[in-house]
């Protein structure tokens, strides 16, 4: 059995979030693996790791150059191989068009199983699994926060908002997994250094057989008008109890004010 794990280069959790002229997320500064997708790739690590047959786990990205290293970080943590989509008419994709490249990747390898994160720190769409699964015609499931794999079946625990669904699909499928499903292992130094030796296969567009009118700008049907920055949060009343009596009575003063009592 083949896992194939999608994994996304973000912009690092400590950069500050700010957006382009163009209105895109400003990527220009320091970056790293999406964290949502440390449990994707541990996901498949231990489904190896629990005797079922895995011929492989394979690490993919659609993304600018500098998302080779995101993949050398996926490999570190336990994929064998990386696969890394890089055009420049790949920007500008909205969540169908990543979506629909996604796809064309993952039937080009005809994997069992497709796992990938609950959302993108950046983005944050929580969108591509559904849309990768129904671009491939597989059941897509997400927010698991267990599974098993019993032959060709997967049983799976979903995190619902009232509780949990229990939900068995076929493979193959995809699944995007809940960051609660497991605790991702740090890499080891030596994992690390390997990985930087192990080939990442680099496609265009062209070369991974995708229709460039069905990506980019051109390709995608969000259009984005305009964007704000969030208003800027003021320091906010500190009060200092010296005397409790004073403190409480402050206190309920500020919150009958705002009508919050
Ligand atoms: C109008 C518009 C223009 C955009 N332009 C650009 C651009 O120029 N450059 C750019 O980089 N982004 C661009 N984006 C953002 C990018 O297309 C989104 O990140 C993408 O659609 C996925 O959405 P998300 O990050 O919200 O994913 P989510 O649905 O939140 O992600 C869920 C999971 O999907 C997987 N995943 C998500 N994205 C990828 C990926 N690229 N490769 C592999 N796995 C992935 C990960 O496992 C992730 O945990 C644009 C978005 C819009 C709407």
């Known amino acids: 059995m083949k896992i194939?794990?999608?994994v996304k280069e973000v912009p690092d959790a400590a950069v500050e979030k700010t957006i382009t002229a163009d209105g895109r997320i400003d990527r220009s500064g320091e970056k790293a693996l999406n964290p949502y997708d440390t449990h994707a790739l541990e996901a498949a690590v231990q489904i190896k790791e629990a005797g079922n047959d895995v011929s492989e786990i394979v690490a993919v990205t659609v993304g600018p150059d500098s998302a080779s290293r995101t993949l050398q970080g996926a490999v570190s943590r336990g994929a064998d191989r990386s696969i890394h989509l890089s055009d420049e008419g790949l920007a500008g994709s909205d969540v169908i068009a990543t979506g629909y490249a996604l796809a064309e990747l993952v039937k080009r390898e005809s994997p069992e199983l497709v796992?990938?994160?609950?959302?993108?720190?950046?983005g944050g769409s929580y969108a591509v699994g559904s849309v990768v699964g129904e671009f491939l015609g597989q059941p897509a499931l997400s927010q698991v926060v267990k599974l098993d794999l019993a032959g060709d079946t997967i049983t799976a625990e979903r995190q619902?908002?009232?509780g949990y669904d229990t939900v068995e699909v076929k493979l193959p499928a995809v699944i995007s997994v809940g960051d609660a499903i497991?605790?991702?292992?740090y890499p080891s130094l030596k994992a690390i250094m390997g990985a930087?030796?192990?080939p990442v296969e680099k496609l265009s567009l062209s070369d991974a057989g995708i229709d460039a009118g069905k990506v980019g700008s051109a390709g995608s049907g969000v259009e984005c008008k305009d964007f704000t920055k969030p208003e800027v949060k003021s320091?906010?009343?500190?009060i200092t109890d010296e005397d409790t009596a004073a403190t409480v009575e402050q206190i309920v003063a500020w919150l009958?004010?705002?009508?919050?009592?």
Request: glycine letters at 10%; aromatic letters at 4%.
């Open 4 to 6: 194939l794990v999608l």
């Open 115 to 122: 796992l990938l994160g609950q959302q993108s720190d950046d």
């Open 160 to 162: 619902a908002e009232y």
């Open 182 to 185: 497991n605790e991702p292992r």
């Open 196 to 198: 930087k030796k192990k």
């Open 235 to 238: 320091g906010g009343t500190v």
């Open 256 to 261: 009958d004010e705002r009508k919050l009592v």
